[in-house]
């Protein structure tokens, strides 16, 4: 068995490591939302609404534990209301676009580089290596477009493949509501035939790019009824009237992809754009995409778990503590060893699913069970080598500049996004027992 990538995939990776260490790299702290500590600021507040605060307490005669409670308030709001800065990486975006990077796995009568999936996974990994934040913005492409490539009509895949592989158009992917996160087909966004539209109604939550996206890809009902076989797929462009978007989310990591509500009342989508151009088969459309761009995010955990190894052992090797690096203390090497298993055994699993992705005789619930495998694996192996980087950096490794932390918030999000690691495991135990029955 030959497991080396071949030349060209080499080459994509090495064109995108290039690219990234020029263009990503001095940008990865700037670009994730920072709190700014202004000491003008806190003394501000502690003299002037902490001062106030005090002094209207004391002559309403209120008691200590009601002060506390109060000013807890009073900082919540504060904390809030300092300054932050987040920048969604729209240039960078475009510049891959520009390069050809959006429409890799889109054929080239679409405009694309007609390669597959893998190659797009490959250059996912290498951006996560650098930061995860904006490979979460480049492989929500792959995320939103695997609708309209595999299930698309021709008119839709001509008017917006071309758009999304030349950079023009980022696009989004929208299944998620309040009541409907893991349960996903309990979605209740309603979309009613009228003439030649649809009139969509509901919100959507947590959808990664939406405001930065021109499309997304919307899943609602047309029968609700019929339940999961009720649901269809709408490609809804930003503009169309009736389409909103919610306050951008203040997140634990990833902080500059950006994640929104959509916001649908009465929103006119155009009949023609209801995907594949038949109703009801939305839940095939969303299984089919899941099953391929679980792929793309165990290769962001790849990228991410990385990236974390190579900064370990580049400060083990620097960090001297009781006259020796840190490198060469066995407890380290062994950290080290177990980071660099996790990093090759969750490339094994996404590079095997992304190469099943690309046969044709791969059955659908063959690729569901390594997709799923390979997301599972491939989060947990980046969130545990996040965690062990800054347990060798030290004290080093807290502090925000240093670029760990932000590594080790960020990771935590593989493990959520595109189905819970429960529901992977759900998914591959689930498939497992079907095999057996077999
Ligand atoms: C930053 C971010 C970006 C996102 N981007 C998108 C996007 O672009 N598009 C989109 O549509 N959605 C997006 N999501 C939504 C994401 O896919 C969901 O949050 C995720 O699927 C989990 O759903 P939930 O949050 O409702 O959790 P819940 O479904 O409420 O789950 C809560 C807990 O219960 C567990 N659980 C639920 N059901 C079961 C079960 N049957 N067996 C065992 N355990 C179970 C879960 O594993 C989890 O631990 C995003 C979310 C985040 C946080």
């Known amino acids: 068995m030959d497991f080396e990538l071949t030349e060209e995939q080499k080459e994509f990776k090495a064109l995108a490591r290039g690219i990234l260490e020029k263009e990503l790299k001095p940008l990865v702290l700037r670009l994730d939302e920072k709190s700014v500590y202004h000491a003008g600021f806190i003394k501000e507040i502690l003299e002037k609404e902490i001062g106030l605060l005090a002094v209207k307490l004391a002559e ?60 797009f996974a490959l250059v996912a990994e290498e951006i996560a290596r650098v930061c995860l934040s904006a490979a979460t ?189 840190i490198a060469s203390f066995q407890i380290i090497q062994h950290k080290l060893a177990e980071m660099a298993v996790r990093v090759e055994t969750a490339k094994l699993l996404v590079y095997k699913a992304a190469w099943l992705a690309g046969q044709k005789d791969t059955g659908k619930s063959v690729l569901a069970k390594f997709g799923a495998m390979a997301k599972y694996f491939a989060a947990q192996a980046a969130c545990n080598n996040a965690d062990d980087n800054i347990q060798i950096c030290g004290g080093m490794g807290f502090m925000e500049e240093f670029g760990a932390a932000k590594r080790w918030r960020d990771s935590r999000i593989l493990r959520i996004y595109e189905g819970t690691d429960e529901i992977q495991k759900n998914e591959i135990a689930r498939i497992l027992i079907k095999e057996s029955a077999n």
């Open 137 to 325: 913005a480049y492989g929500v492409i792959a995320l939103g477009t695997l609708p309209i490539l595999l299930s698309g009509t021709e008119e839709q895949k001509k008017k917006y493949l071309t758009k999304i592989a030349s950079g023009e158009m980022l696009v989004a992917f929208a299944i998620t509501e309040a009541d409907a996160g893991s349960d996903v087909m309990a979605m209740k966004m309603r979309a009613a035939r009228d003439g030649d539209f649809y009139v969509l109604n509901g919100m959507k939550q947590f959808i990664t790019s939406a405001g930065p996206s021109d499309i997304y890809s919307v899943f609602a009902k047309t029968n609700p009824e019929k339940g999961e076989r009720g649901v269809s797929g709408f490609i809804v462009e930003k503009e169309t009237p009736g389409l909103e978007f919610g306050e951008k989310e203040k997140k634990l990591g990833i902080r500059a992809s950006e994640t929104r509500s959509l916001i649908l009342t009465d929103c006119k989508v155009p009949a023609e754009n209801l995907i594949g151009g038949r109703e009801n088969l939305g839940a095939i459309h969303i299984l089919n995409t899941l099953n391929r761009s679980r792929i793309v995010v165990g290769a962001l955990g790849v990228g991410c778990a990385e990236g974390a190894l190579k900064q370990a052992i580049s400060y083990a090797k620097e960090r001297k503590q009781f006259g020796q690096s």
């Open 60 to 119: 309403e005669g209120v008691y200590a534990a009601k002060f506390i409670a109060a000013l807890e308030e009073k900082l919540k709001l504060l904390a809030r209301a300092l300054p932050e800065e987040s920048a969604y990486p729209l240039d960078f975006i475009k510049k891959m676009g520009n390069l050809g990077f959006m429409g890799i796995f889109i054929p080239e009568e679409y405009g694309g580089l007609g390669k597959s999936l893998f190659e």
